[in-house]
């Protein structure tokens, strides 16, 4: 990732963005497109009910 693609941030940022990257085609490609979808699907639920109170 070049300095243009992320504008002027500092480099460890940069670093994590590239490695959140990386890690997030590694899971596409584990899991498939729908096994990934399900997967966020999922982790979108859990954070709502944490942040709503609704897992209780």
Known sequence: MTET???NVPA????EVEEFAK???CLKRELGENG???F?????REALELWYGLGR
């Open 40 to 44: 966020l699907s999922q982790r979108r």
């Open 5 to 7: 693609d992320m504008g």
């Open 12 to 15: 460890w940022w940069a670093v």
């Open 23 to 25: 890690a997030h085609e």
């Open 36 to 38: 990934f979808n399900d």
